[in-house]
């Protein structure tokens, strides 16, 4: 009766330390965490400025997470309208000008 109760034993404990290998290993496949709105109009502020000159502000809408609706106002007061595309596994921000 003793081996039966020891097997038992060693199989749950063998389950329940698979598990556990299957939750860590999962951790660390996380999709990451997309920047933020603002973080995207500061991302698309510093582009525009090293291609396009200075700028005074950008405001940026969020139609879908992996994609930003922009306006950029530069300093001679002129818009200019800037569209950003995240990728949902390296978070990156790809900028494009909308003409």
């Known amino acids: 009766m003793s081996d039966q109760v020891s097997d038992s034993r060693a199989a749950f404990l063998a389950v329940a330390l698979a598990v556990l ?39 940026c809408a969020r139609p879908a997470d992996d994609v930003a609706r922009c306006v950029a106002l ?18 990156r921000v790809a900028p494009t000008l909308e003409r």
Not at 31 to 49: F, K, M, V, Y
Not at 74 to 91: I, L, P
């Open 21 to 59: 290998a299957l939750e860590l290993l999962a951790l660390g496949h996380q999709p990451l965490r997309g920047p933020s709105t603002a973080e995207i109009e500061g991302i698309l502020a510093r582009d525009i400025q090293v291609h396009a000159g200075p700028v005074s502000d950008v405001r």
């Open 74 to 91: 530069m300093y001679d007061g002129t818009r200019t309208r800037v569209a950003a595309t995240v990728d949902s596994h390296t978070g």
